[in-house]
């Protein structure tokens, strides 16, 4: 059995978190695109959402993770009683959550829904595949915003489409994954080919941010309705 070693060591985030949202339950935050959610096993790892928050908000847990390149809303809990309670809505799917993203190309379809299950691709750490022998189910919904030309670095002229993104499960590497089964990847994703359509090989971080989260507050039992904007 092959043993699986990541070498990845991210480089350093000078940028801040934004608190959005407080009280002595849980905490609603904008993560930056890249800074990790969690500390790596690595050393030079340590720099992370859940490391930055521990220190001002001690006893904080995370529910749910960004990947590193993504920004965005993100639910903390203040206590590990906070968060078995909002775990349970994740896991019970409770919680709707929309994503923004620019693809590279101009998709032909408004909207769709991509329905192809995921699994490990151990052979190519750290990356999925779509896999119908041994993947689990993955659902995602798209519908397109605007579709629109942008001039790169280089002079070259982009097609891109701003689309929302609506996971309907939580798969590694969803949204990207099947964004690139559609055959318009996400722009600057490095695992799925962002950088590779002419022009797109210097774009600055992965254009795709967690916009909308909504869920039901575990003590009050009020909704909570959480938006933020887009930085793309």
């Known amino acids: ?14 940028a801040d978190i934004e608190v959005l949202f407080e009280d002595e339950h849980l905490l609603l935050i904008n993560k930056p695109s890249g800074l ?28 749910h993770r960004l990947d590193f390149g993504t920004s965005g809303l993100m639910v ?16 019970q799917r409770t919680v709707t959550k929309a994503y923004e993203a620019l693809l590279c190309g101009h998709l032909a379809e408004d909207e769709g829904l991509i329905d192809a299950p995921i699994a490990k691709d ?15 189910p993955a659902r995602s919904r798209y ?15 982009l097609p891109l489409t701003r689309v929302r993104l609506i996971p309907e499960t939580g798969r590694t590497h969803q949204l990207r994954i099947h964004c690139q089964l559609l055959g318009h ?41 959480a938006r933020c904007a887009s930085p793309f």
């Open 1 to 14: 059995m092959s043993v699986i070693v990541d070498t990845f060591i991210a480089p350093p985030c000078h």
């Open 36 to 63: 990790l959610s969690l500390s790596g096993k690595h050393p030079q790892n340590l720099d992370s959402v859940h490391y930055r928050l521990v220190q001002a908000y001690p006893g904080c847990t995370l529910i």
């Open 76 to 91: 903390i809990a203040r206590n590990k009683a906070i968060n078995a309670l909002l775990c349970q809505q994740f896991s």
């Open 122 to 136: 151990p052979a190519l750490f750290p990356l999925m595949k779509i896999c119908a022998a041994s993947g689990k």
């Open 143 to 157: 519908r397109v915003q605007e579709r629109f030309l942008r001039q790169s670095d280089s002079g070259e002229s």
């Open 185 to 225: 990847p996400i722009l600057g994703c490095d695992l799925y080919g962002g950088l590779l359509p002419p022009g797109t090989e210097r774009t600055p971080r992965l254009m795709l941010h967690a916009c909308a989260l909504d869920f039901v507050h575990p003590v009050s039992g009020e909704p909570v309705v």
